[in-house]
């Protein structure tokens, strides 16, 4: 059974960082995708950033280009935040995608399994 386990979400103040974790098990497939997304209140799931399991391919909104870095270890996926803003504001999911076409790595339809999320606030 596939499973997605998030952590590292937490309180923060704008320009800080944070580092988000997928610890994920449950699967053997070599050729897959990590994605990170998020949801603030009242608006719709986004996109943040991917990575593919074959080439090691990045991929990143432009929201976020420039600040948010991904990277696999192995079955952990890492989400580093820098300069993070109020609007990164969000509750924070790990998704996979198996196969991974990288034609629409940030959209959610191309992810089956979920995590259950983890909150990050970005305050003064």
């Known amino acids: 059974q596939v499973q997605l386990v998030e952590s590292g979400g937490g309180l923060v103040q704008p320009g800080g960082s944070l580092r988000l974790s997928c610890a994920t098990s449950?699967?053997?497939?070599?050729?897959?995708?990590i994605g990170w997304f998020r949801q603030a209140p009242g608006k719709a799931r986004e996109g943040v950033s991917a990575?593919?399991?074959?080439?090691?391919g990045t991929y990143y909104a432009d929201s976020v280009k420039d600040r948010f870095t991904i990277s696999r270890d192995k079955n952990m996926v890492h989400l580093q935040m820098n300069s993070l803003m109020p609007d990164d504001t969000a509750v924070y999911y790990c998704?996979?995608?198996?196969?991974?076409?990288?034609?629409?790595?940030?959209?959610?339809?191309?992810?089956?399994?979920w995590g259950q999320g983890t909150q990050v606030t970005v305050s003064s």
């Open positions: 998704a996979l995608a198996h196969p991974f076409t990288g034609f629409a790595p940030l959209e959610d339809h191309e992810y089956t399994y």
């Open positions: 990575i593919s399991s074959v080439d090691e």
């Open positions: 449950g699967f053997t497939w070599n050729w897959y995708g």
